[in-house]
């Protein structure tokens, strides 16, 4: 080849690769949309790709398809429409920071729903500066759900501690009252992640206070091998297996258990462990299988319906295989749409029939009241039960309940419980008291609060 | 690897070589703070200066001194764990010293699990260095002291402090990482030119030759191992602790740790700018890609499919620049300079 030759074809990549380059910066920074009057927007931090699509897609696909049917249906909130848009983090925390940074620029946001337990930690530090909720259903920090300390952030419905006491009683109840508990054994296996060992030390205080010996074994992320921790659980024999899963380690979990002989139907599975996602693809390993939610699934109740009707009806729905439409995940999506809606249609009240600030929101979140009757009329009946969020008290007094696996679809097994709240909270407290200590947060109070 | 030559051997033909240095540092602390937006500082620089740190470190041990490592997310873990726990448990240390101390306890660590070089080479020790991975991730989720029992093993970045100067907010982090990653670029670039610096290369390219001229092989590869350690925990620091401000013991997995030891393949081994030039490939490009993505498909695709688009694009492009310049960006920087001057 000769060397003038050479040259042209060099000289070709470089400008080449210069030119893919510079057109790729001006098109990446130069597009910000300006903000139009009268929206509310919803930062999405999705995830649709990686071991964890399966809950992305469910719950921001349920999200999504409820923000629609309030824009289609009603126009928007008072006339406010919702708008939103999607930045993939896979689960991972620094896409979800470089997410946040990309999408906090953008205008009139209402509330920050990352679905992600490592991500909610990144976020604390940076939303609380910036003043706008930070909302964690069904998961998240803990202790943030002392309002006293994290004004910002709410873990609604139900936060692990939460989850934790409603899964110990729900086990109770079978075995006919919590002091049958003494002298059992119960092993919780649980995810390599923030969000599995959050709940390490409140299983250890439930264990000494009502006499059960407890093991937990964490699998590593993202728990498709599980062979040497079931073989443990072989050893010990214990009376329950509590999987405090999430994604692919779900269904493993329940077919390793089936291989290693222990029985499905003393398996519970926390509110991460709980979608058609989770059993179906175990098949009959997952027969018998039982799991705490905060939602029921299927798709019968009328908000539901009026979804399949006006979203899907036009074409317009998230999902693209209709038979998920009320799985737990959509389900938990929907809720998750009708706790941010209604936060923001009750600050409107106080606020005004316009586009709010993340602080005026906020005020929403901390008001967010929403009795069975008012569930009811937004036809959602069954599907949750109610919440009653405070300034203090952000996690709102979500009632909980247990569904069985039958091979084909989650059937009910329990009214609405709740858990042990008063046992909770001094925990909480103090955990949140020491934080406020480390950083230097100066503590709420309910005159302070109302003054804001 | 025999055929990279010591970078000093190539000086620029035209400029003088403090030039372009220095037109960078004025870019970097006289422009970029006057223009730069917290998601420039945030989503962009943070992470690229404490890649770029880290890279450079691995560059040392295996880009200088041949011993390929993946071990460097675990080293990171050391650094941003040792310099939390220092800053918690000595009350009243200062920020720069329990940096320094976290930077010695990973380079403790780097001499541990750098012992097996000695005996082991190549893709052996490649993966014996993978024990360290494994080992210091087990050892911060099984133990919770290490993490101040937080109840997820999460742990939270203190406020950054050097010399009773608050450096707070985007841009105050970002110049307490742009200062440190500057230092030690600096004293890494000067040491490279040294004796130590040369032994190392000198066993890199040939370690029977180097033991005949007197070099010693026990001393230059822990020492190695030790000084890219070093750099490699303050990199951790840097990214726990003004990246990220929180930080648990699985963001430290392998695949940063590849994605470490990519960064100064694609950026040019045994280079200090190799380092800079794989991680702004790294780090920004992907980014760029994304954004451009959500600006013209956004509306078409959901975000999935853009992300795996993304991914098959980047992988396509890597290799790509590795078959047009097998030594990385910077050869490629190199000729594409070179022929701009010579033309003028």
Same mark, same amino acid.
């Given at each position: 080849?000769?060397?003038?030759?050479?040259?042209?074809?060099?000289?070709?990549?470089?400008?080449?690769?210069?030119?893919?380059?510079?057109?790729?910066?001006?098109?990446?920074?130069?597009?910000?949309?300006?903000?139009?009057?009268?929206?509310?927007?919803?930062?999405?931090?999705?995830?649709?790709?990686?071991?964890?699509?399966?809950?992305?897609?469910?719950?921001?696909?349920?999200?999504?398809?409820?923000?629609?049917?309030?824009?289609?249906?009603?126009?928007?909130?008072?006339?406010?429409?919702?708008?939103?848009?999607?930045?993939?983090?896979?689960?991972?925390?620094?896409?979800?920071?470089?997410?946040?940074?990309?999408?906090?620029?953008?205008?009139?946001?209402?509330?920050?729903?990352?679905?992600?337990?490592?991500?909610?930690?990144?976020?604390?530090?940076?939303?609380?500066?910036?003043?706008?909720?930070?909302?964690?259903?069904?998961?998240?920090?803990?202790?943030?759900?002392?309002?006293?300390?994290?004004?910002?952030?709410?873990?609604?419905?139900?936060?692990?501690?939460?989850?934790?006491?409603?899964?110990?009683?729900?086990?109770?109840?079978?075995?006919?009252?919590?002091?049958?508990?003494?002298?059992?054994?119960?092993?919780?296996?649980?995810?390599?992640?923030?969000?599995?060992?959050?709940?390490?030390?409140?299983?250890?205080?439930?264990?000494?206070?009502?006499?059960?010996?407890?093991?937990?074994?964490?699998?590593?992320?993202?728990?498709?091998?599980?062979?040497?921790?079931?073989?443990?659980?072989?050893?010990?024999?214990?009376?329950?297996?509590?999987?405090?899963?999430?994604?692919?380690?779900?269904?493993?979990?329940?077919?390793?258990?089936?291989?290693?002989?222990?029985?499905?139907? %003393?398996? &519970?599975?926390?509110? /991460?462990? $709980?979608? #058609?996602? !989770?059993?179906?693809?175990?098949?009959?390993?997952?027969? +018998?299988?039982?799991?705490?939610?905060?939602?029921?699934?299927?798709?019968?109740?009328?908000?539901?319906?009026?979804?399949?009707?006006?979203?899907?009806?036009?074409?317009?729905?998230?999902?693209?295989?209709?038979?998920?439409?009320?799985?737990?995940?959509?389900?938990?999506?929907?809720?998750?749409?009708?706790?941010?809606?209604?936060?923001?249609?009750?600050?409107?009240?106080?606020?005004?029939?316009?586009?709010?600030?993340?602080?005026?929101?906020?005020?929403?979140?901390?008001?967010?009241?929403?009795?069975?009757?008012?569930?009811?009329?937004?036809?959602?009946?069954?599907?949750? %039960?109610? &919440?009653?969020?405070? /300034?203090? $008290?952000? #996690?709102? !007094?979500?009632?909980?309940?247990?569904?069985?696996?039958? +091979?084909?679809?989650?059937?009910?097994?329990?009214?609405?419980?709740?858990?042990?709240?008063?046992?909770?909270?001094?925990?909480?407290?103090?955990?949140?008291?020491?934080?406020?200590?480390?950083?230097?947060?100066?503590?709420?109070?309910?005159?302070?609060?109302?003054?804001? | 690897?025999?055929?990279?030559?010591?970078?000093?051997?190539?000086?620029?033909?035209?400029?003088?070589?403090?030039?372009?240095?220095?037109?960078?540092?004025?870019?970097?602390?006289?422009?970029?703070?006057?223009?730069?937006?917290?998601?420039?500082?945030?989503?962009?620089?943070?992470?690229?200066?404490?890649?770029?740190?880290?890279?450079?470190?691995?560059?040392?041990?295996?880009?200088?001194?041949?011993?390929?490592?993946?071990?460097?997310?675990?080293?990171?873990?050391?650094?941003?764990?040792?310099?939390?726990?220092?800053?918690?448990?000595?009350?009243?240390?200062?920020?720069?010293?329990?940096?320094?101390?976290?930077?010695?306890?990973?380079?403790?660590?780097?001499?541990?699990?750098?012992?097996?070089?000695?005996?082991?080479?190549?893709?052996?020790?490649?993966?014996?260095?993978?024990?360290?991975?494994?080992?210091?991730?087990?050892?911060?989720?099984?133990?919770?002291?290490?993490?101040?029992?937080?109840?997820?093993?999460?742990?939270?970045?203190?406020?950054?402090?050097?010399?009773?100067?608050?450096?707070?907010?985007?841009?105050?982090?970002?110049?307490?990482?742009?200062?440190?990653?500057?230092?030690?670029?600096?004293?890494?670039?000067?040491?490279?030119?040294?004796?130590?610096?040369?032994?190392?290369?000198?066993?890199?390219?040939?370690?029977?030759?180097?033991?005949?001229?007197?070099?010693?092989?026990?001393?230059?590869?822990?020492?190695?191992?030790?000084?890219?350690?070093?750099?490699?925990?303050?990199?951790?620091?840097?990214?726990?602790?003004?990246?990220?401000?929180?930080?648990?013991?699985?963001?430290?997995?392998?695949?940063?740790?590849?994605?470490?030891?990519?960064?100064?393949?694609?950026?040019?081994?045994?280079?200090?700018?190799?380092?800079?030039?794989?991680?702004?490939?790294?780090?920004?490009?992907?980014?760029?890609?994304?954004?451009?993505?959500?600006?013209?498909?956004?509306?078409?695709?959901?975000?999935?499919?853009?992300?795996?688009?993304?991914?098959?694009?980047?992988?396509?492009?890597?290799?790509?620049?590795?078959?047009?310049?097998?030594?990385?960006?910077?050869?490629?920087?190199?000729?594409?300079?070179?022929?701009?001057?010579?033309?003028?």
């Amino acid at each position: 080849m000769s060397t003038v030759y050479r040259d042209i074809i060099t000289r070709a990549k470089t400008l080449g690769l210069a030119a893919a380059v510079s057109l790729t910066a001006f098109g990446a920074f130069a597009g910000s949309d300006a903000a139009r009057a009268d929206e509310q927007y919803f930062p999405l931090q999705s995830y649709r790709v990686g071991p964890y699509a399966a809950g992305g897609t469910g719950f921001f696909g349920g999200f999504i398809d409820y923000l629609n049917l309030i824009n289609t249906r009603d126009g928007g909130v008072n006339g406010v429409k919702l708008t939103w848009d999607e930045c993939e983090t896979q689960y991972e925390v620094e896409r979800g920071v470089e997410c946040y940074e990309r999408q906090k620029s953008h205008a009139n946001i209402a509330a920050w729903n990352p679905l992600s337990v490592g991500i909610a930690y990144a976020m604390i530090d940076r939303i609380t500066a910036d003043k706008v909720p930070l909302i964690t259903v069904n998961h998240g920090r803990t202790d943030s759900t002392d309002g006293r300390v994290f004004p910002y952030v709410f873990p609604l419905l139900l936060n692990p501690y939460s989850e934790t006491s409603g899964i110990i009683n729900y086990l109770a109840s079978r075995e006919g009252g919590l002091e049958n508990l003494k002298g059992k054994k119960i092993v919780v296996l649980y995810h390599g992640s923030p969000y599995g060992r959050e709940t390490i030390p409140i299983y250890e205080l439930l264990a000494q206070k009502y006499g059960f010996t407890v093991n937990q074994i964490e699998v590593p992320h993202p728990g498709n091998e599980q062979q040497a921790q079931w073989l443990t659980i072989r050893r010990e024999k214990p009376n329950y297996v509590v999987l405090r899963g999430w994604g692919v380690m779900n269904p493993v979990a329940l077919k390793t258990a089936q291989k290693t002989g222990f029985p499905a139907d %003393h398996i &519970i599975g926390n509110v /991460w462990s $709980n979608s #058609e996602e !989770d059993v179906i693809p175990a098949g009959d390993a997952a027969k +018998g299988y039982t799991a705490i939610t905060t939602q029921a699934s299927g798709s019968q109740y009328p908000v539901l319906q009026e979804v399949v009707k006006t979203v899907y009806g036009a074409g317009k729905g998230n999902l693209d295989d209709k038979k998920r439409i009320g799985s737990v995940y959509h389900n938990l999506g929907i809720v998750n749409g009708i706790l941010n809606v209604e936060a923001v249609r009750i600050a409107q009240e106080k606020f005004g029939h316009r586009t709010l600030t993340g602080d005026e929101v906020r005020w929403g979140f901390e008001h967010l009241k929403l009795d069975p009757a008012r569930v009811e009329a937004l036809g959602a009946k069954d599907l949750f %039960h109610s &919440i009653n969020v405070t /300034w203090d $008290n952000h #996690e709102g !007094d979500g009632r909980v309940t247990f569904q069985q696996w039958d +091979g084909e679809k989650w059937k009910v097994i329990s009214g609405w419980i709740a858990p042990d709240w008063q046992l909770l909270r001094p925990i909480i407290e103090k955990s949140s008291e020491a934080y406020a200590k480390e950083k230097g947060i100066k503590i709420r109070t309910s005159d302070s609060a109302a003054a804001e | 690897m025999t055929a990279i030559a010591l970078e000093t051997s190539v000086p620029s033909r035209r400029l003088p070589r403090w030039l372009p240095i220095l037109a960078i540092l004025i870019a970097a602390y006289g422009i970029i703070p006057v223009i730069g937006t917290s998601y420039l500082f945030e989503a962009i620089l943070l992470p690229f200066l404490a890649l770029s740190l880290a890279a450079l470190g691995l560059n040392i041990l295996t880009g200088y001194a041949g011993q390929l490592s993946l071990g460097s997310a675990a080293f990171m873990a050391v650094g941003a764990f040792a310099a939390y726990n220092f800053n918690l448990r000595i009350p009243g240390l200062p920020l720069i010293v329990s940096l320094f101390l976290a930077g010695l306890t990973a380079a403790a660590f780097g001499i541990l699990f750098g012992l097996p070089s000695l005996r082991l080479r190549g893709f052996y020790l490649a993966v014996s260095t993978l024990a360290a991975q494994f080992f210091v991730k087990w050892a911060l989720t099984r133990f919770g002291w290490l993490s101040n029992y937080n109840s997820s093993g999460v742990i939270d970045a203190p406020p950054l402090t050097l010399f009773g100067l608050q450096f707070q907010g985007p841009l105050g982090r970002y110049l307490f990482a742009l200062t440190i990653v500057v230092v030690l670029t600096a004293l890494a670039a000067r040491l490279m030119t040294t004796r130590s610096g040369r032994e190392f290369i000198a066993i890199r390219d040939n370690e029977i030759a180097a033991k005949v001229f007197g070099v010693s092989i026990f001393r230059t590869k822990l020492l190695a191992f030790g000084l890219s350690s070093f750099i490699i925990g303050v990199a951790g620091f840097l990214w726990a602790f003004a990246y990220l401000r929180t930080v648990e013991p699985d963001g430290f997995n392998l695949d940063r740790s590849f994605s470490i030891l990519f960064i100064i393949i694609i950026g040019g081994l045994a280079s200090i700018r190799g380092a800079f030039f794989g991680a702004a490939l790294i780090v920004v490009f992907p980014l760029l890609l994304s954004r451009l993505g959500a600006l013209i498909f956004g509306g078409v695709f959901d975000s999935g499919v853009l992300d795996m688009s993304q991914r098959i694009v980047i992988g396509a492009l890597i290799i790509l620049f590795l078959i047009a310049e097998p030594s990385g960006l910077v050869a490629l920087w190199d000729r594409l300079t070179r022929k701009f001057l010579v033309r003028r």
